[in-house]
Every structure is written in structure tokens, then in C-alpha cells.
């Protein structure tokens, strides 16, 4: 028991997603992302990119802007009207490097530009930089929330709960699959946990907490850990009953 407990606390490795219609500039990206202890799942185009999107949501996003069809301004733009994908970290890669562009790219909702050809340091850097201070932007946002906010959390989401006989059930409109980790998190979250007590439950880190419940308001699009909670019932989502 204690063993299958040490393993369910195992952090789960970072999750990028690489779109560029170069196959050689593609492979040697994601070779060098990957030895750099990234899984990294890569798309041709933007199509493609958006698929992979709608089966699991990474952690990141790199994309080229200079693809077929559907270059990677529209991506992008497709990606920030989507609520689930609104604070996904997306790299802009392309070979343009005038000032307009670059405008362009940060005016579409892109947090980091980079013109080939690049240095890979360079970039594993940029991508280190943009999940770190992702993590810090959420660990500061709960530190700086006041002990009476935090009760009114809480006390909206036993509130919930306590109404779930009012909650009718619906398929939820978006497939949703959540791994294991992220259903027991949200099993939690729904129970009223903060992330301190969570990752006391799991024993595991307040930062890997963060880090799950980040992507459940990414794939469930909400913002708030009431709205969270709320999503779930209505959909069906959390075991609590």
C-alpha cells in the first residue's frame, strides 16, 4: 500500500506539443527536446496540431507560423478563443525576424517568439522559462489569497456538494479523458482541498499539484476551483457522492 502510494506521487513528465511542416527541423527538435526529459508529440500542421489538441492538452505548444493552409497565427488564434487552451504557453517559431512580425505574433496571444535558425539551447530555455513561471504565477495566486477567501472557496464548494440532488447529470459537450492522477486530484479539489492539503493526501509536492490542477481548468475550461467543482458535477466527472 505504502509502495502503490510512492508511485502514485511520481511526478508525470512535461508534455509539449511541436507543430512545424519541416520533417528535419521537426525530428531534430523533437530529438533535442527529448533528451532533454520532454515527451513530445509533434503534428506536420496546424490540422494535425489541433487533433492532438482535442485528445489530450500538453503543457506547451511550439508551432512554426510558415505551415500550408493554416499558418501559425491562425493556430494560435484558433488555440486563445478556445477557454480550455487560454493560458496554454505557446512558442511562436518562424523564419521571419522583422519587428512587425514579431508585433504580430505577441498581439495573437503568443508568449515567446524565436527565428530559425535557432540555437536548441536557446529554446529548451525559453520552454524551462514559460513552465516555471507558469507554476509561479498559480503558487502565487493561492500564497496570496487571504485566509477569507480560501473559507469562501471552500464553503462555495460544500455548498455544491451539498446540492448535487439539484445537478442534472448532462454529457458534457467536450470529451474530456482524464488520467488517473488528474481524477483523483479532482476527487479532491471537489472535497474542498487546497493544494497544500492535496499534496499532503498524495503525498507529493504543492508544485506537481499545481501543476494537475492547472491542466483540469485547462481541459474542463474553467477558472476557479468552484467553477471546477461545479463543471464536474454537472458533468459527471467526480466520484464524490
Not at 22 to 43: Q, W
Not at 79 to 87: A, E, I, S, T, V
Not at 129 to 139: A, F, K, M, P, Y
Request: aromatic share 6%; proline share 5%.
Amino acid at each position: 500500500m505504502q509502495e502503490e502510494t510512492k508511485n502514485m506521487s511520481d511526478t508525470e513528465p512535461t508534455k509539449l506539443l511541436l507543430v512545424d511542416d519541416e520533417p528535419s527541423l521537426r525530428e531534430a527538435v523533437e530529438a533535442y527536446l527529448e533528451d532533454e526529459g520532454f515527451i513530445v508529440k509533434v503534428a506536420s500542421n496546424a490540422d494535425e496540431g489541433w487533433e492532438f489538441m482535442e485528445q489530450e492538452t500538453p503543457d506547451l505548444v511550439i508551432t512554426d507560423i510558415m505551415m500550408p493552409r493554416v499558418d501559425g497565427y491562425q493556430f494560435l488564434e484558433k488555440l486563445r478563443d478556445d477557454p480550455r487552451y487560454k493560458g496554454l504557453p505557446v512558442i511562436l517559431l518562424t523564419a521571419k525576424g522583422m519587428t512587425s512580425d514579431r508585433i504580430k505574433g505577441h498581439n495573437a496571444g503568443c508568449d515567446a517568439y524565436l527565428s530559425k535558425p535557432f540555437d536548441p539551447d536557446e529554446l529548451v530555455a525559453i520552454v524551462k522559462n514559460l513552465l516555471s513561471r507558469r507554476e509561479t504565477v498559480n503558487n502565487t495566486s493561492e500564497n496570496n489569497t487571504d485566509l477569507g477567501a480560501i473559507a469562501q472557496q471552500i464553503a462555495e464548494i460544500k455548498t455544491l456538494l451539498g446540492q448535487q440532488g439539484n445537478f442534472k447529470t448532462t454529457p458534457s459537450p467536450i470529451k474530456i479523458d482524464l488520467t488517473p492522477r488528474e481524477q483523483s486530484i479532482l476527487n479532491l479539489v471537489a472535497e474542498g482541498l487546497m493544494n497544500k492539503e492535496i499534496a499532503r493526501r498524495l503525498e507529493t509536492s504543492v508544485r506537481n499539484v499545481e501543476k494537475y490542477v492547472s491542466r483540469l481548468f485547462s481541459k474542463t475550461g474553467t477558472n476557479s476551483r468552484t467553477e471546477l467543482v461545479r463543471f464536474a458535477l454537472k458533468h459527471g466527472l467526480t466520484d464524490i457522492g
